[in-house]
């Protein structure tokens, strides 16, 4: 005959029973508390009535821990749940465990970081009644395309891959935002504040950005391609691998911009501002330099 399966092991966790074998409890955290006190190295004391071996803990909680010895894997929980497993994977000794929680616990609060407080619907209402200020509200990822969100003010808000293609803007504030990989294709811009605005990697095709403040502005690895930024400041702004080909920037202040892999090319540069710019690295191939100051750039 083959040789029997080793006995099941029954824990009492808090009063509440588990079934489970020494296999699960050692294999994989042997160095835990749990692998040490099932190598068979120490005596362990069974109840003479049920067999059952009593640790003092959260029986509740508990299911995880085994659930983590028997797959290596949690289900999705909340911040709060995390936290109590956490505890007991501190007192078990379970690293892996606790790696796996912590690791889980922070792309759970970049998920929740990057979820709009309001949805399409609420900034329709707001708009309505005539509520048009978002200050340091979280907006990202929501599709705000084509509404008429002329003079609002986003300072400070949390903007990160909002859709506002199409969108009338006109002298909205974007002071200081958070507004990476957004998208205002299309969109009317014109007279905006984007002052010290992170625009990284945003798209803002075609769009309406005549006389916009995009000072101290973070355009890097944007796309700009055909705007309108006729007498736009990008005084400071950092435009570092941004393409800008075809833009119209007649009239634009560029001073202290850094425009290293910026592509201007066909761009309309006429009477723009580029004093003391460098231009070593810059496209301009077809741009229309015409009047630009040009004083003391670097070419």
Same mark, same amino acid.
């Given at each position: 005959?083959?040789?029997?399966?080793?006995?099941?092991?029954?824990?009492?966790?808090?009063?509440?029973?588990?079934?489970?074998?020494?296999?699960?409890?050692?294999?994989?955290?042997?160095?835990?508390?749990?692998?040490?006190?099932?190598?068979?190295?120490?005596?362990?004391?069974?109840?003479?009535?049920?067999?059952?071996?009593?640790?003092?803990?959260?029986?509740?909680?508990?299911?995880?821990?085994?659930?983590?010895?028997?797959?290596?894997?949690?289900?999705?929980?909340?911040?709060?749940?995390?936290?109590?497993?956490?505890?007991?994977?501190?007192?078990?000794?379970?690293?892996?465990?606790?790696?796996?929680?912590?690791?889980?616990?922070?792309?759970?609060?970049?998920?929740?970081?990057?979820?709009?407080?309001?949805?399409?619907?609420?900034?329709?209402?707001?708009?309505?009644?005539?509520?048009?200020?978002?200050?340091?509200?979280?907006?990202?990822?929501?599709?705000?395309?084509?509404?008429?969100?002329?003079?609002?003010?986003?300072?400070?808000?949390?903007?990160?891959?909002?859709?506002?293609?199409? %969108? !009338? $803007?006109?002298? @909205? *504030?974007?002071?200081?935002?958070?507004?990476?990989?957004? =998208?205002? &294709?299309? +969109?009317? #811009? /014109?007279?905006?504040?984007?002052?010290?605005?992170?625009?990284?990697?945003?798209?803002?095709?075609?769009?309406?950005?005549?006389?916009?403040?995009?000072?101290?502005?973070?355009?890097?690895?944007?796309?700009?391609?055909?705007?309108?930024?006729?007498?736009?400041?990008?005084?400071?702004?950092?435009?570092?691998?941004?393409?800008?080909?075809?833009?119209?920037?007649?009239? %634009? !202040? $560029?001073?202290? @911009? *850094?425009?290293?892999?910026?592509?201007?090319?066909?761009? =309309?540069? &006429?009477? +723009?501002? #580029? /004093?003391?710019?460098?231009?070593?690295?810059?496209?301009?191939?077809?741009?229309?330099?015409?009047?630009?100051?040009?004083?003391?750039?670097?070419?």
């Amino acid at each position: 005959m083959g040789s029997s399966s080793p006995p099941p092991v029954l824990l009492n966790i808090g009063g509440k029973t588990y079934t489970t074998t020494v296999e699960t409890l050692t294999r994989r955290e042997p160095d835990s508390m749990l692998g040490a006190m099932f190598s068979g190295r120490h005596t362990l004391f069974q109840d003479p009535d049920t067999g059952t071996i009593f640790i003092d803990r959260d029986g509740k909680i508990f299911r995880h821990v085994l659930n983590w010895l028997r797959d290596g894997a949690l289900p999705t929980l909340q911040t709060s749940e995390y936290q109590e497993v956490l505890r007991e994977a501190e007192y078990f000794q379970l690293l892996g465990l606790i790696d796996y929680i912590n690791e889980n616990m922070i792309i759970k609060q970049d998920d929740d970081s990057n979820e709009a407080e309001l949805t399409r619907r609420d900034v329709i209402k707001c708009i309505q009644s005539k509520r048009l200020r978002f200050r340091g509200v979280n907006l990202s990822l929501l599709d705000l395309a084509k509404l008429d969100l002329s003079f609002v003010d986003f300072t400070y808000a949390c903007l990160n891959k909002t859709v506002f293609s199409c %969108a !009338n $803007l006109h002298k @909205a *504030k974007f002071g200081d935002v958070e507004a990476a990989d957004c =998208n205002f &294709q299309d +969109a009317n #811009l /014109r007279e905006c504040e984007f002052i010290g605005a992170n625009l990284k990697g945003s798209v803002l095709n075609r769009a309406n950005l005549q006389s916009a403040n995009l000072q101290d502005a973070n355009l890097v690895d944007s796309s700009v391609c055909e705007a309108n930024l006729r007498s736009a400041h990008l005084q400071s702004a950092n435009l570092t691998g941004a393409n800008l080909s075809g833009a119209n920037l007649e009239g %634009a !202040n $560029l001073k202290g @911009a *850094k425009l290293a892999g910026t592509n201007l090319q066909g761009a =309309n540069l &006429q009477r +723009a501002y #580029l /004093r003391e710019v460098d231009l070593r690295e810059t496209k301009l191939e077809g741009a229309k330099l015409g009047g630009a100051n040009l004083l003391g750039a670097i070419r």
